[in-house]
């Protein structure tokens, strides 16, 4: 098969019109791959996103063709899925105040553009969830964006039909996740068109790679959040004296364990299934 793009985390392979979308146990750290994986986390991501798609079928239509139907070396960490033109938007709604929001939010009372209201710290929960798109930068960090931005992206109807999904989706995995004593933060999607021009959910969902995943019984607003999700990497990542550019740095084997750990909890929590690699 023909390898179309190795992103930081995935590889992305032609099989006719389908894309082989293949995770590895790869992390990555303020858009740096550190030299350790973290065993079964490719697994992990494609089962959770695959659970997730379907609990959201009735949300969105989606990019997945088959999760079985895969080479068998990939099994497990490959979707088969349908070939999108990816929109140049990262689609992020917020329910809380964490990371780059809750930066923006000290600096100027916004996020993306959005007001909110005085006297919110680090992890409250928002009035409402909110849409805080970012660009899908091909080449250094992403940046937010206004929805106006959006609107001369992609066109007023595209960016409010999307808009909305967005929020639906976030909705609907915070609701559902929150039955399971644990908060969804935030969460990043993107969309592309098929061939046919329809709308389609592509890349992961709602992982632990692509949102915030907090334990519910120990939400503490005004301070950082116990991490169930890749801030763990990044906080860990934090305390060494690195200037995040490559190469990143070893992960310790503790810190592999303990993210392995929290990938596993989210998976068994959300899906109600045990991991069984
Ligand atoms: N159905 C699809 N059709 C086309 N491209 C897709 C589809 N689903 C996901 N993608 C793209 O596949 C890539 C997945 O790889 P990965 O997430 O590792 O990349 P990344 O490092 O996040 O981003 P990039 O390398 O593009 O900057 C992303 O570029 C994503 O936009
Ligand atoms: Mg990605």
Redesign the pocket.
Known sequence: MELL?S????D?YADGDD?I?VASDRV?VYDVVLPTMVPDKGKILTQLSLWWFEQLADVTPN?VISGTDVPAEWEGRAVR????T?LPVEWIARGYLAGLGLKEYEKSGTVSGVALPDGLVEASRLPEPIFTPTT?A?EGHDEFITYDDVVDEIGADTAARLKEVTLDVYRRGAELAAERGIIIADTKL?F?RAADGTLVL???VLTSDSSRFWPADDWTPGRAQHALDKQFVRDWSSTLDWDRTPPGPEIPPEIVDATRARYVEVYERLTGRRWDA
């Open positions: 793009h992103g930081k985390v995935r992305v894309l979308l990555s990019h899925c349908k070939r999108l990816m899908k091909t993107e592309g592509g890349d992961e």
